[in-house]
């Protein structure tokens, strides 16, 4: 539940209310007393709700300070429109992390912003100056209840209302006084003009004028001109009353005593503002004239040296110098004499209780400071906790970059323009390149041999990524072999006049690399392996018939040759003239027996059927030469319709069974590049999964035999490939995790969880393609593949 509260603090009171909203309950606590104690009506409030409740009541605070780091920021209206005919001053909290908000907070209607850490000094002083704008505006919108009266006086003169103060009539020579046109003197009142240090009153003048009893007083008083200089006025009151008797108005005369107040305080002003610097000033001053004596000891001497300042004027001015540091300081004073001022130098000083600190001093020569003699001004500053911090920082950079060093992960700094700040060891003994060697170099020209085709476009990626960017498997040589590096890149945010820089993370991978290479491979046989029976049973059909033919050409070769041997015969008799009937009867009779019509009709089918059966069997052989090819580690280009066909032949024994395979090529599709074993293997585990999907909804009984649509096409710069099957659909559940490693559908023993997890690797990593799907439960599924036309030139 929201809680509200107020406090008046310690009972004294602006007139103003002050809202105040911070999420944070430890930051309200913190701003809570100081704000109370400041003498405003503090509302809080410890959410986004209450707090707008507030500032949408008829009673609108004055002053508003509210938490507007991003889980709050989405609450507030637009404050511009609460703002409307009513005297608001907004101050938004913002994290420190998020400075770069603040002009969104000022364009949604913030007056200013103060950030967490919350500094309440800083905010105490930016509400201070918040009530001031509200009072300002306050005077400037009052109403113009002020009339031109008196124009021709010597001497400027008023009408002043005895309730409100305002002024209803002025004369010229008070605008002039004043510096405003009567029109703008009319909608102020007396105190708008009056300096804010004007000693009030006394109660017997206020009190007289309240009951009208007053008859004449005369005050100086100081006043602010338009263009902000401060006046002096011998101010002369009398009181007005009305017809009745009753005193409503002051009668007000102003005669311009400036230039006599101001010859009478310009002394008094100087000193006491002398005075006020060397009471509240840190540093150490002195004035020491030509003796050297100490002419002039600030009081901080007694916090800074445990002296009381009376100790140490008239002393030796050196008496609080550590011995060895007396020639440095005496050569300085030799440097004020002859130029006037001397460098900043480092010196110590001896403590009262004999402790040696530290300081910063530098001296200026002032002319006629010692009773009208030149002496020198010594300015002294403390630096112990500068010197201790510069020695702590020394031994946490010194820390840091002992811990840096010795990561075993490859660490390297780049500034705004890609070159290199950083280079830890493990970079150097990855890259074999020592710091020496790359310091200040561009990354993509430092020496390392780089072979990714567009190192220097990559590296442009990463200067540009607002958020952290992973790059994958960049190759690069050494000792004439190939290795891989993988980098995360994240932006590191400076200060507001500084460019950012980035923080490469990373490790060679080129053991990882060639071991997935290996697992790619060991995938791709271990497919091959589980198509083998399908694939021994899709050659063993066309084997069966070419051997039945083969026996049968073999079986019927015996008559065939019986009549060829009575042929020979019959034509060696043509040739004397007379063929012997008993040959002819011979010949007709084995004729008869070899059923010559027969074979004469059936042979040549056999021979035709053999032929084709081998061919077949060849062009089964070729389709599994061409998937079983482990590939080049190079993009070529390829026909994509004919990869396909090369698997949709050698996992025939798949789909066959269970489904129909329809292809719709685009036949004159551009060639593809691509890593052809690794598109093999996603075509193939893409046709398995639409196998089972369509084996699943038979089993179902949503149908007797499904369908597997295999299309390509050209789309813009893309190659798009899309697998259809008209099985089971994916559940909408399961759908957001399809291309996670080891997650499957299937019964224990049907997958293993790679397919899908490694087309995704292959389409998406591998080749900068896309992948995605689109499925119906009950009616099947569609999974798109598109890859790139054109791959980057490679540079040597």
């Not at 002294?380 to 002992?402: C, G, P, Q």
């Not at 059936?602 to 077949?616: M, N, T």
């Amino acid at each position: 539940m929201a809680v509200l509260w107020s406090s008046s603090g310690n009972g004294k009171s602006h007139g103003m209310r002050f809202l105040v909203f911070e999420a944070d309950p430890i930051v309200r606590a913190q701003i809570h007393e100081p704000l109370a104690k400041s003498g405003y009506e503090v509302v809080f409030a410890t959410d986004a709700e209450q707090a707008l409740q507030v500032l949408q009541a008829s009673d609108l605070p004055t002053l508003a300070v509210l938490d507007w780091t991003t889980q709050c920021a989405a609450s507030w209206p637009d404050i511009h429109h609460l703002k409307q005919g009513r005297y608001l001053y907004v101050i938004a909290l913002l994290n420190w992390e998020e400075r770069q908000r603040r002009s969104e907070a000022l364009e949604a209607g913030a007056d200013d912003c103060v950030y967490k850490p919350t500094d309440i000094e800083q905010l105490q002083r930016r509400v201070q100056f918040g009530s001031q704008v509200i009072l300002e505006r306050a005077l400037r919108d009052s109403e113009d209840r002020f009339r031109v009266a008196f124009e021709q006086a010597a001497i400027g003169m008023a009408m002043v209302d005895l309730g409100t103060r305002r002024f209803i009539q002025v004369n010229q020579a008070l605008c002039d006084f004043f510096g405003y046109t009567s029109e703008e003197l009319l909608t102020r009142d007396v105190m708008s003009v009056s300096h804010p240090e004007n000693i009030p009153p006394p109660p017997s003048l206020v009190a007289d004028l309240a009951k009208g009893e007053f008859h004449g007083e005369q005050l100086e008083r100081r006043f602010v001109r338009k263009d902000r200089a401060v006046v002096w006025a011998l101010v002369s009151l009398s009181v007005v009353r009305n017809p009745e008797g009753r005193c409503t108005h002051v009668f007000a005369q102003f005669k311009d005593i400036t230039t006599r107040k101001a010859a009478e305080q310009a002394q008094q002003r100087a000193e006491v503002f002398a005075q006020a610097i060397m009471d509240n000033i840190d540093e150490l001053v002195m004035v020491i004239d030509s003796q050297p004596k100490l002419y002039y000891a600030s009081p901080s001497h007694l916090e800074g040296l445990g002296y009381d300042p009376s100790e140490l004027i008239g002393q030796d001015a050196f008496c609080t110098l550590h011995p060895d540091d007396r020639p440095l300081v005496e050569s300085a004073m030799q440097d004020v004499l002859r130029t006037g001022r001397a460098p900043t130098i480092a010196v110590r000083r001896i403590h009262k209780n004999g402790t040696a600190l530290h300081f910063e001093a530098r001296g200026t020569l002032v002319r006629g400071i010692c009773d009208s003699q030149d002496g020198l001004v010594v300015v002294s500053r403390n630096i112990d906790d500068r010197l201790l911090a510069e020695r702590k920082l020394r031994e946490v950079s010194a820390e840091t970059e002992l811990f840096l060093q010795s990561i075993p992960s490859i660490l390297i700094g780049l500034d705004a323009q890609g070159r290199i700040t950083r280079w830890n060891r493990s970079a150097a003994e990855v890259f074999r390149l020592s710091s020496d060697q790359v310091l200040g170099r561009p990354i993509d020209d430092c020496g390392i041999q780089w072979l990714h085709p567009e190192i220097g476009f990559e590296v442009s990626r990463w200067l540009q990524t607002e958020t952290p960017y992973r790059g994958e498997d960049l190759a690069y040589q050494l000792d004439q072999n190939r290795h891989y590096v993988g980098f995360s890149v994240r932006r590191i945010e400076c200060d507001a006049n500084q460019q950012p820089r980035f923080i490469l993370t990373g490790a060679d991978v080129t053991q990882r690399k060639t071991l997935e290479e290996h697992l790619r491979q060991a995938q791709k046989l271990e497919a091959t392996g589980r198509l083998a029976a399908g694939i021994a049973h899709e050659i063993n059909t066309p084997t069966q018939y070419v051997g039945d033919n083969t026996r049968f050409l073999k079986e019927s070769w015996e008559g065939i040759a019986n009549l060829l041997h009575l042929s020979q015969s019959i034509r060696q008799q043509a040739e004397t003239g007379v063929v012997a009937k008993e040959l002819l009867e011979k010949f007709d009779s084995v004729a008869a027996d070899s059923d010559l019509p027969y074979l004469l009709q059936e042979v040549p089918k056999a021979i035709e059927q053999s032929l084709d059966g081998v061919q077949r069997v060849a062009k089964i052989v070729k389709a599994m030469k061409d998937f079983s090819h482990p590939g080049s580690q190079e993009k070529r280009a390829i026909d994509i319709n004919k990869a396909i066909e090369s698997t949709i032949a050698v996992a025939r024994h798949e789909w066959k069974y269970v489904a129909a395979m329809e292809t719709d090529f685009q036949q004159d599709l551009p060639l593809v590049p691509c890593l052809i074993g690794e598109f093999n293997q996603v075509i193939l585990n893409l046709i398995i999964n639409a196998a089972h999907a369509i084996a699943a909804a038979t089993a179902e009984g949503l149908r007797e035999k499904g369908t597997i649509t295999i299309r390509t096409y050209r789309r813009d710069e893309w190659a798009e490939i899309a697998v259809e099957d008209t099985g089971t659909g994916i559940p909408g559940d399961l759908r957001s995790r399809i291309f996670e490693p080891f997650f499957t559908t299937k019964p224990v023993g049907q997958g293993t969880g790679q397919g899908l997890a490694l087309a995704h690797s292959v389409i998406v990593k591998r080749h900068q393609g896309q992948i995605w799907f689109e499925t119906e439960v009950g009616c099947g599924t569609t999974f798109f593949m598109r890859l790139p036309l054109q791959v980057p030139e490679t540079v040597s």
